[in-house]
């Protein structure tokens, strides 16, 4: 069985758009029948001179039309009539396949979007957004440039081939082969130039990726780039990026340009053999003048449109260059999948048991090593350790980003990979030390999650996380735009913020993922009040560095690579004299670990406060 990816793009587009089949077809009927329409000049100069030469015994005569002038006065009506039909069809054409080439574009960005965001987080850590950004966008757009002109090129092309040569046989059949001589060598030509310059646009649409992905890692670095005058540096790396897609580019120009110049000559040998033969063959009475009139302009209008056949063939390969991406994309299988059993929020106790869980990331090394500990409903659990150790994995686990790969995670008896994904999630709130915020205002990003929330409901919450007062002082108070990634704001203004969307989510589990850990003491003391208030009656679980924020924990599960070294309460590990009270005492003072270079006039600072 062929594989999607084996699959020829085009194919594979077909199998999509099935929707629109019908919309294909009929603009496809609308360009045949404006080409049709478009060839019928030729004709028409042909019976005008059959009509000057031949008079009464004109072809149109023998309707029962005698007179010349007459004759020609039909003519000039049936020219209006044709002329308005095909009219009529380009505009058709033209709204159809443009309608059509904005709809696809539309609902394949749309579905390849929904697509990336059911991906599992894996996917994204071992992409750049850039490369992803260039497929939902740039390449998308290729296709719909492609749909938008050269969809309609192509069958007019056909169309043309297919009716003028018709033409010949029925008028001419002795010379019409003439003109048909070059039509091998074009088509030959025409496959040999695809099959050359399909690898070299796919190696353009590959470097056009790795650039757009270097272009959005640095502009989000844009910070960190500046303050190690780095600028150089990175202009450099985008030139070397640039510069490999422009000689990728310069490989398909180079063969691209050669098309149109050989076809001209192929061209040139069919209209010379029907100017010079089937002028032999009139000026000996063997054909007549109107009919040879038609054939030089049809030999025109038949070979001339090939010139463009470079063009659009051009065009094809680079969109089906961009579709082959567009539908990998879409043809990746997500490694998270969603298990049919529902979750409803309301009934969710809260209880977390990891049960003999190992998990390791594609690097092969185990992050989490046999670990089991369980969280009742209701209580705050801290998980401590040194970084590395496994806690920020144990969230991930937790929310379903990645699978265990033995043992078992459960949420109140109920395997996670049992439940719906998104009933899991639903049931946890998420407080990251590294917050995101999206551009839009403050009332904006509170309700993220939550988009129904009156502005009572987000304002009570902003209380309820110390967020409000700083927020009224704002320009434009919860209307105030927060700027990309909430840019415009402190980071201990974006983490109260992101504690004030939880809150407002109000969920059974609460995590927070050193909520506290890059803040000055007055907002730590801030956000430790916040947090009082907004963990009772509900599961918490809290990662943290500093422990002088987590004793008051129901429990403390202490983390050293990957493993369960100890557990109880702050009073119970600090007296043990094992792995957390070493930390404690260092965290407090009693016990420093000098950096190296001590002594050389650099800051001696404890160990674990990272």
Not at 19 to 30: L, N, P, S, V
Not at 438 to 450: C, L, P, S
Request: hydrophobic content about 45%; proline content about 3%.
């Amino acid at each position: 069985m062929t594989q999607p990816h084996q699959q020829h793009p085009m194919i594979r587009l077909w199998d999509y758009a099935d929707r629109y089949r019908g919309r294909i077809i009929q603009a496809t009927a609308y360009s045949i029948l404006n080409k049709i329409f478009d060839l019928a000049p030729p004709v028409l100069i042909g019976a005008a001179v059959d009509v000057v030469v031949q008079q009464e015994d004109s072809f149109i005569a023998h309707w029962g039309i005698t007179d010349v002038a007459t004759q020609l006065w039909a003519l000039a009506g049936l020219t209006v009539l044709l002329w308005g039909l095909e009219s009529i069809f380009q505009y058709a054409y033209d709204v159809a396949w443009r309608n059509l080439a904005q709809s696809v574009q539309h609902e394949l960005r749309v579905s390849a979007y929904g697509h990336v965001q059911g991906l599992e987080l894996a996917y994204f850590e071992d992409r750049s957004t850039g490369g992803l950004m260039a497929i939902l966008n740039d390449d998308i757009n290729q296709l719909e440039r492609f749909l938008d002109g050269g969809a309609n090129d192509v069958i007019q092309l056909i169309t043309t081939i297919v009716v003028i040569g018709g033409v010949f046989f029925v008028l001419a059949p002795s010379v019409a082969w003439m003109a048909i001589i070059p039509m091998p060598i074009i088509v030959w030509g025409s496959l040999r130039f695809q099959r050359r310059i399909a690898p070299r646009y796919a190696a353009v649409r590959e470097k056009v990726g790795s650039l757009s992905g270097q272009l959005g890692n640095n502009l989000g670095g844009i910070a960190t780039i500046k303050s190690y005058t780095a600028e150089s540096h990175e202009v450099a790396r985008i030139t070397r990026e640039s510069d490999a897609y422009r000689q990728a580019n310069r490989a398909a120009i180079r063969l691209s340009a050669a098309f149109v110049p050989l076809i001209r000559i192929a061209i040139m040998a069919g209209f010379i053999a029907i100017l010079v033969f089937g002028g032999q063959l009139t000026i000996t009475g063997q054909l007549n003048v109107g009919v040879y009139s038609v054939l030089i302009f049809m030999t025109q209008r038949l070979l001339w449109p090939l010139t463009r056949l470079g063009q659009t063939l051009d065009l094809y390969q680079r969109a089906m260059a961009s579709t082959a991406r567009v539908m990998d994309l879409m043809d990746t299988q997500p490694g998270i999948i969603s298990g049919d059993e529902p979750l409803p929020r309301p009934a969710v106790q809260g209880e977390v048991r990891f049960d003999n869980v190992t998990f390791g990331y594609g690097n092969g090394l185990e992050v989490i090593r046999e670990l089991s500990l369980c969280v009742p409903a209701g209580e705050t659990a801290a998980i401590v350790g040194a970084t590395g150790s496994g806690k920020s994995t144990l969230v991930k686990l937790l929310l379903r980003f990645y699978d265990v790969q033995q043992g078992s995670i459960r949420l109140d008896g109920h395997e996670l990979r049992q439940l719906q994904v998104r009933d899991l999630r639903q049931a946890i709130g998420f407080v990251s030390q590294d917050v995101f915020l999206f551009h839009g205002t403050v009332r904006e990003n509170i309700a993220y999650g939550t988009f129904d929330a009156s502005m009572e409901a987000i304002v009570t919450a902003a209380k309820i996380a110390e967020a409000h007062d700083f927020i009224m002082e704002l320009p434009d108070g919860y209307e105030t735009i927060v700027g990309e990634r909430g840019q415009k704001l402190s980071g201990g203004q974006r983490q109260r913020i992101s504690i004030a969307r939880a809150v407002l989510k109000d969920p059974p589990v609460l995590i927070l993922d050193e909520a506290t850990s890059s803040v000055d003491n007055e907002t730590e003391a801030a956000i430790q009040r916040s947090l009082e208030r907004i963990v009772v009656n509900r599961t918490t679980i809290v990662i943290a560095h500093r422990l002088s924020t987590v004793r008051s924990a129901d429990r403390i599960f202490v983390l050293d690579r990957g493993r369960l070294r100890e557990q109880g309460r702050h009073e119970e590990l600090v007296a043990s004299d094992g792995i957390y009270a070493a930390l404690w005492k260092v965290q407090t003072g009693e016990q420093l670990r000098a950096l190296p270079g001590r002594g050389n006039g650099h800051t001696n600072i404890p160990a674990g406060a990272s």
